[in-house]
């Protein structure tokens, strides 16, 4: 019978190679913490984005409709609503407008523009411009 001898064990003492299982738990924990902080970074920085697109998409479309009522010259007194299909078919369904005529009060012959633009979740976001315009006609002079 032949007998073979088994090596002797390793000790293990401070000197050993190698991590505890404690050590690679907390290790996957602050790893686990840090990927949560960058994917939370991560998010908010396509939320800003997302919302800097819309802000100046907004301003676009809303110096859209103000450059209509420049065109009108001197526009009709009252409110008026719609959406860009009309000016831009196909795009932005998610953007509606709304234009306010008002007089100025003190002149006559100027009007306030109101211009706003609605968008977001349930059109609750607004963005809008407001503009004074003269009548390029002259009044009548009164004798």
């Not at 991590?19 to 602050?30: G, K, P, S």
């Not at 100025?104 to 100027?110: A, L, M, R, T």
């Amino acid at each position: 019978m032949i007998c073979r001898r088994r090596p002797a064990p390793v000790a293990r003492g401070p000197e050993a190679a190698g991590f505890t299982l404690l050590e690679v738990m907390v290790a996957m924990a602050v790893l686990g913490i840090a990927l949560l902080a960058l994917l939370t970074l991560h998010h908010q920085s396509l939320e800003s984005v997302i919302h800097s697109r819309d802000i100046s998409r907004a301003g676009m479309l809303c110096q859209t409709i103000m450059t209509q009522a420049e065109l009108e010259q001197f526009p009709q007194l009252g409110v008026t609503k719609g959406n860009f299909e009309r000016y831009f078919p196909g795009q932005y369904q998610k953007f509606r407008w709304e234009r306010d005529v008002l007089e100025s009060g003190i002149f006559p012959d100027v009007r306030k523009v109101r211009v706003m633009v609605f968008y977001g979740p349930k059109f609750s976001r607004i963005f809008s411009i407001t503009e004074y315009l003269h009548n390029p006609v002259p009044a009548p002079l009164e004798e």
